[in-house]
């Protein structure tokens, strides 16, 4: 009995190993997203004189309810044009991503023409290609059509649509039976009218999931309208922090309460809307 004993408790011992391990890097995870949060929220409460004065990252505030910082932040970053040209760049950059992404991956997935496979290699390529070596194309291009300095040229580029987007359709296309298409035909529908009748009303998931990761990705973006878009009255939520920066330093504490109140929205909004991505990644793994 005293052999055996060690043999049936090492189980238990790597079992309690793993779980601590497990709540560790758990620990350690949530640390390294939660403390720059936690430092910048306090930092967006305390003076310019506390700030000056060298304090940890991590000193508190003297006053808990200074919300001055927010106020300057809000009408000298002029944060209400912001979130307007945001809104509005947001609205028609996810609605291209919807429709163009949804198009392309019915067209790969039901239709059989030449250089099929070629189409999604190209695909796979451009996204393997950093965006910033092709900026200058880029740029000459936006130029060209006129659109440099316009809320159109980030809307242009954010509707190309990205291969996450195609495969996150092609995923939940590859999951609606071909009967319905066959159906849809003997009764005269077109393959457009079968995409819009059928299938996009079909796509509800893979649309809300295609959204979230879209738009916060468009929302948190700061070198597309940086660069195209450097007018102070087309600034974007990103760009309108960046006005606190001056030659001789940064107003960090009006920074902080800007990014406090640009964050906000999109963390309200995710943990409203989380169980909606992993249940759209998770159907789309599983179809």
């Known amino acids: 009995m005293t052999l055996t004993a060690p043999a049936q408790d090492r189980p ?14 758990l620990i ?3 640390l390294v997203v939660l403390v720059p949060l936690l430092v910048v929220f306090l930092t967006s409460l305390k003076s310019y004189g506390e700030i000056s004065d060298g304090g940890g990252a991590l000193s508190l505030p003297d006053d808990w309810l200074n919300f001055s910082n927010y106020a300057t932040a809000f009408t000298d970053g002029d944060l209400l044009t912001a979130f307007g040209n945001t809104a509005f760049i947001l609205l028609f950059s996810l609605t291209g991503t919807v429709i163009i992404g949804s198009m392309t991956a019915y067209a790969i997935d039901r239709f059989d023409f030449r250089f099929k496979a070629l189409v999604m290699a190209l695909f796979l390529i451009a996204t393997l290609v950093p965006g910033v070596t092709t900026q200058v194309a880029t740029f000459q291009v936006v130029n060209s059509f006129g659109l440099f ?10 509707m190309g649509t990205d291969i996450v987007s195609v495969y996150i359709f092609l995923q939940f296309i590859r999951g609606i039976p071909k009967s ?6 003997i009764e005269g529908a077109n393959s457009f009218t079968i995409y819009r009748e059928i299938i996009f009303p079909l796509l509800k998931p893979a649309i809300a999931t295609v959204v979230i990761i879209k738009g916060i990705t468009t929302y948190n973006d700061f070198y597309i309208p940086f ?3 450097p007018s102070e009255e087309l600034g974007t939520t990103s760009t309108a922090l960046f006005r606190f920066k001056g030659p001789f330093g940064a107003h960090w504490e009006n920074i902080s309460a800007g990014a406090v109140l640009v964050i906000l929205p999109t ?5 409203f809307l989380q169980r909606y991505i992993y249940n759209g990644f998770a159907q789309g793994a599983t179809k």
Do not use: K, Q
């Open 12 to 25: 238990r011992r790597r079992l309690r190993v793993g779980t601590a391990l497990t709540y560790l890097s």
């Open 28 to 30: 350690v995870a949530s």
């Open 149 to 158: 300095d316009t809320r159109w040229a980030p809307i242009l580029l954010y």
């Open 180 to 185: 319905l298409d066959e159906a849809a035909r």
């Open 227 to 229: 660069l195209y878009m």
């Open 267 to 271: 963390l309200v909004i995710f943990l």
